[in-house]
Nanobody, 116 residues
Framework: VQLQASGGGLVQPGGPLRLSCAAS????????MGWYRQAPGRQRELVAD???????KYGDAVKGRFTISRDNAKNTVYLQMNSLKPEDTAVYFC???????????WGQGTLVTVSS
């Protein structure tokens, strides 16, 4: 399984940004796709994830500001980030967890910088 993320960049505080991640390869139907992030000197943390059935989970720091969605036909997950704060600055990693094999797959990471 390969994960290709895109959409990172520099954004001003309060602005929006949208991340996309497309999965390819031997993808089992039942999986969870989502996003994690890691800021310098901090542990990787959950941003949001979503099952194929549409059940979403969010990290406390982003609730009410970020929205995750996915297109199962395209094996793609999206993260709409609104009201961005400087503390959202991090490398964002796309993740796919296969329920069939209990294996985690990771994308290469995309940098999001929130700064004026």
């Amino acid at each position: 399984v390969q994960l290709q993320a895109s959409g990172g960049g520099l954004v001003q505080p309060g602005g929006p940004l949208r991340l996309s991640c497309a999965a390819s390869g031997n993808i089992f139907e039942v999986n969870v796709m989502g996003w994690y992030r890691q800021a310098p000197g901090r542990q990787r943390e959950l941003v949001a994830d979503m099952t194929g059935g549409g059940n979403a989970k969010y990290g406390d720091a982003v609730k009410g500001r970020f929205t995750i969605s996915r297109d199962n036909a395209k094996n793609t997950v999206y993260l709409q980030m609104n009201s961005l704060k400087p503390e959202d600055t991090a490398v964002y990693f796309c993740n796919l967890f296969s329920m069939a094999t209990a294996v985690d797959y990771w994308g290469q990471g995309t940098l999001v910088t929130v700064s004026s």
